[in-house]
């Protein structure tokens, strides 16, 4: 797990040393244990190493490999690296490392661009190959890693994070396209797309062959169905097999690593059933991790209630955080420097925090995203079923944070480009092979909009603290046979009914049964007092004014009564607003303003 950037130019200049430099130091807090570069003329590299694997400088990058004529930077993990590893030694490769960073080099040369069609893992990676000439770029299925990228006619230049980008000097205008999805679809902006315009991100699944001549080619390798299987399932069996692969989903991340893994432990129903696979397991001193808050009026901060119950069950080894709501709004500006792009989700302080103290013990944590989206726990599915309309408008009556009308109000004319978040959705809902409306929907949440809201959310702020996440719930052989279940059973027991089968005996009914949960951070949810102030003044800011996206008539309506503007997942509309704008000042006004 680390941090990875570079560039290929197209001119025939050489990598500007300087500009490494730059990207190497935006990187640094993904990898603190190493870093590394390497240049040839118009191609260059860094990586910033967070030692997992292999822990010798034999796993060093930019891994070059000279009998091949291939240069790697790889961020991430490969599950299945020591079966890979075997089988090419078989196949009379040479290793001089025991990592999965090599295990790619070797996958690449054996069978080129399907290399990725082998790999079982999270990853982002960018593979030079000399005598093709030619960058071969990737990334995993479920776009569990982030790969940015800058392209002019002068070069390609990529990084995990929009800072090295923007820091080098791409383009910061805002893009009209992801401005409205960005405050539609809570913060969501699908790949290639960025709220800049000089920063995009390569699309989950797929991989780009880059020439020096600046021609590309872009290829989709993986695209799930959502659709029942020839040889239809009973209720039973579609359990079982989700329980087997589930527990093969939690081992395999759990073997692939020479350190310590522990588990962030909210409370919930997913984070408490991979404690319990693991001891089902045979895994012994388990290490459980827990953060809460404030209560707020009747909002709860914390869920230590139901995360105790699962270590005294389970006898781990626990250390529980407890954050005042007078630390959160000091500590906000350090989070939000550390989002690749304006995230709203209301956790990203919390796991940001929370990671500052579990990367003191540990350097790899089990996490529960996805387990929502893949089973169905959330309460607008079922909303969602039932509403009458097209199926775009029974989504987006329970699901899109603003009517197109009222963000049309917003955002100044300039902005007023078209409704783009209609036109994904419309796009994403006419696409094969889903059998009915929920499957559409499912599919859409777990291999897209889970991409850029939790999971992203939860690599930026782990990594912030060189702590590595992994998410068996987005396993890509789990969510395969998730999408393949009828949605009517995943929605039985107001949802999640397979993994609150698989539960039954190993955790306590009560956190089975509880209501579902969210992760509290009320602060951030009900604004009001020095939040609210604080919000205010950003928005209200010469920064914002001049920056000329938002219209001050509105802001005031939603600043004087912020609890009228709740969107239909009981988000804070202002707070989204505050967001986007404190982040521009954070990431690109500071930046920017160096360069000058």
């Given at each position: 797990?680390?941090g990875i950037?570079?560039?290929?130019r197209f001119?025939?200049?050489?990598?500007?040393?300087?500009?490494?430099?730059?990207?190497m130091?935006?990187?640094?807090?993904?990898?603190?244990?190493?870093?590394?570069e390497?240049?040839?003329h118009?191609?260059?590299?860094?990586?910033?190493?967070?030692?997992?694997i292999?822990?010798?400088?034999h796993?060093?990058?930019?891994?070059?490999d000279q009998?091949?004529?291939l240069v790697?930077?790889?961020n991430?993990?490969?599950?299945?690296?020591?079966?890979?590893?075997?089988?090419?030694?078989?196949?009379?490769?040479e290793?001089?490392?025991?990592?999965?960073?090599?295990?790619?080099?070797?996958?690449?040369h054996?069978w080129?661009?399907?290399?990725?069609?082998?790999?079982d893992?999270?990853?982002?990676?960018?593979?030079?190959?000399?005598?093709?000439q030619h960058?071969?770029?990737?990334?995993?299925?479920?776009?569990i890693?982030?790969?940015?990228f800058n392209?002019?006619?002068?070069?390609?230049?990529?990084?995990?994070?929009?800072?090295?980008?923007?820091?080098?000097?791409?383009?910061?205008?805002?893009?009209?396209?992801?401005?409205?999805?960005q405050?539609?679809?809570?913060?969501?902006?699908?790949?290639?797309n960025?709220?800049?315009?000089?920063?995009?991100?390569i699309?989950?699944?797929?991989t780009?062959?880059i020439?020096p001549?600046?021609?590309?080619?872009?290829?989709?390798?993986w695209?799930?169905?959502?659709q029942?299987?020839?040889?239809?399932?009973?209720?039973a069996?579609y359990?079982?097999?989700?329980h087997?692969?589930?527990?093969?989903?939690?081992?395999?991340?759990?073997?692939a690593?020479?350190?310590?893994?522990?588990?962030?432990?909210?409370?919930g129903?997913?984070?408490?059933?991979?404690?319990?696979?693991?001891?089902?397991?045979?895994?012994?001193?388990?290490?459980?991790?827990s953060?809460?808050?404030?209560?707020?009026?009747?909002?709860?901060?914390s869920?230590f209630?139901?995360?105790?119950?699962?270590?005294?069950?389970?006898?781990?080894?626990?250390?529980k955080?407890?954050?005042?709501?007078s630390?959160?709004?000091?500590?906000?500006?350090?989070?939000?420097?550390n989002?690749n792009?304006?995230?709203?989700?209301?956790?990203?302080?919390?796991?940001?925090l929370?990671?500052e103290q579990?990367?003191k013990?540990?350097?790899?944590?089990?996490?529960?995203?996805?387990?929502d989206?893949?089973?169905a726990g959330?309460?607008?599915?079922?909303?969602?079923?039932?509403?009458?309309?097209?199926e775009?408008?029974?989504?987006s009556?329970?699901?899109?944070?603003?009517?197109?009308?009222?963000?049309?109000q917003?955002?100044?004319?300039k902005?007023?480009?078209?409704?783009?978040?209609?036109?994904w959705?419309n796009?994403?809902?006419?696409?094969?092979?889903?059998d009915?409306?929920?499957?559409?929907?499912?599919?859409?949440?777990?291999t897209?909009?889970?991409?850029?809201?939790?999971?992203?959310?939860?690599?930026?702020?782990?990594?912030?603290?060189?702590?590595?996440?992994?998410?068996p719930?987005?396993?890509?052989q789990l969510?395969?046979h998730?999408?393949?279940?009828?949605?009517?059973?995943?929605?039985?027991?107001?949802?999640?009914?397979p993994l609150?089968?698989?539960?039954?005996?190993l955790?306590?009914?009560?956190?089975?049964?509880r209501?579902?949960?969210?992760?509290?951070?009320?602060a951030?949810?009900?604004?009001q007092g020095?939040?609210?102030?604080f919000?205010?003044?950003?928005l209200t800011?010469?920064?914002c004014?001049?920056?000329?996206?938002f219209d001050?008539?509105?802001?005031?309506k939603?600043i004087?009564?912020?609890?009228?503007?709740?969107?239909?997942?009981?988000?804070?509309?202002?707070?989204?607003?505050?967001?986007?704008e404190?982040?521009?000042?954070?990431?690109?006004?500071?930046?920017?303003?160096i360069?000058?």
């Amino acid at each position: 797990m680390c941090g990875i950037c570079g560039q290929l130019r197209f001119d025939n200049q050489a990598v500007n040393s300087q500009d490494l430099n730059i990207m190497m130091q935006k990187i640094a807090r993904r990898g603190p244990d190493g870093s590394g570069e390497w240049a040839d003329h118009h191609i260059g590299f860094g990586h910033q190493r967070l030692s997992i694997i292999d822990l010798s400088n034999h796993a060093s990058q930019p891994m070059v490999d000279q009998a091949l004529d291939l240069v790697l930077v790889f961020n991430g993990t490969i599950y299945n690296y020591k079966a890979l590893r075997a089988l090419l030694i078989n196949k009379g490769y040479e290793f001089f490392s025991q990592s999965d960073t090599e295990v790619i080099l070797k996958a690449y040369h054996h069978w080129g661009e399907d290399c990725v069609t082998h790999l079982d893992g999270m990853f982002a990676f960018c593979i030079w190959d000399k005598k093709q000439q030619h960058l071969f770029v990737a990334r995993d299925r479920m776009g569990i890693k982030p790969l940015y990228f800058n392209l002019t006619d002068k070069a390609f230049s990529f990084a995990s994070n929009t800072q090295s980008l923007i820091a080098i000097g791409a383009n910061t205008d805002i893009s009209s396209v992801a401005l409205q999805q960005q405050l539609s679809l809570h913060a969501v902006v699908p790949a290639p797309n960025t709220i800049l315009e000089g920063v995009k991100k390569i699309k989950p699944a797929t991989t780009l062959i880059i020439k020096p001549n600046g021609d590309i080619k872009e290829t989709t390798y993986w695209q799930p169905k959502a659709q029942r299987p020839k040889v239809e399932l009973s209720d039973a069996e579609y359990i079982e097999r989700t329980h087997k692969l589930l527990s093969q989903a939690v081992l395999k991340r759990m073997d692939a690593a020479d350190v310590p893994i522990g588990v962030l432990l909210s409370g919930g129903l997913d984070s408490s059933l991979l404690v319990a696979l693991l001891h089902e397991a045979g895994h012994e001193d388990i290490r459980t991790f827990s953060i809460g808050f404030e209560d707020i009026g009747d909002e709860a901060g914390s869920e230590f209630e139901y995360s105790d119950q699962i270590v005294d069950r389970f006898n781990t080894r626990h250390e529980k955080y407890v954050v005042s709501n007078s630390q959160v709004l000091p500590r906000l500006g350090e989070a939000i420097a550390n989002m690749n792009e304006p995230m709203v989700g209301q956790d990203a302080v919390a796991f940001y925090l929370l990671s500052e103290q579990v990367s003191k013990h540990i350097k790899v944590v089990l996490s529960g995203q996805g387990a929502d989206e893949a089973f169905a726990g959330y309460f607008w599915y079922p909303r969602m079923q039932d509403e009458q309309g097209s199926e775009v408008e029974r989504f987006s009556k329970h699901y899109v944070d603003r009517p197109y009308e009222e963000y049309l109000q917003t955002v100044n004319a300039k902005y007023h480009s078209g409704d783009h978040t209609r036109a994904w959705l419309n796009k994403e809902f006419s696409k094969a092979h889903a059998d009915e409306f929920m499957d559409k929907v499912f599919r859409t949440d777990i291999t897209r909009l889970v991409v850029d809201d939790p999971v992203k959310r939860v690599d930026n702020m782990t990594m912030a603290w060189g702590l590595e996440a992994r998410v068996p719930f987005m396993d890509y052989q789990l969510v395969e046979h998730a999408l393949s279940m009828p949605p009517s059973l995943k929605m039985s027991e107001e949802g999640k009914h397979p993994l609150k089968q698989i539960s039954r005996g190993l955790l306590p009914d009560s956190v089975i049964d509880r209501k579902k949960g969210y992760f509290p951070m009320p602060a951030l949810k009900y604004v009001q007092g020095e939040f609210l102030e604080f919000m205010s003044d950003i928005l209200t800011s010469s920064a914002c004014i001049n920056r000329g996206v938002f219209d001050q008539k509105f802001i005031q309506k939603v600043i004087n009564k912020p609890e009228q503007y709740m969107t239909a997942l009981n988000g804070s509309r202002l707070w989204h607003l505050a967001l986007l704008e404190y982040w521009l000042q954070i990431n690109v006004d500071s930046t920017t303003s160096i360069n000058k």
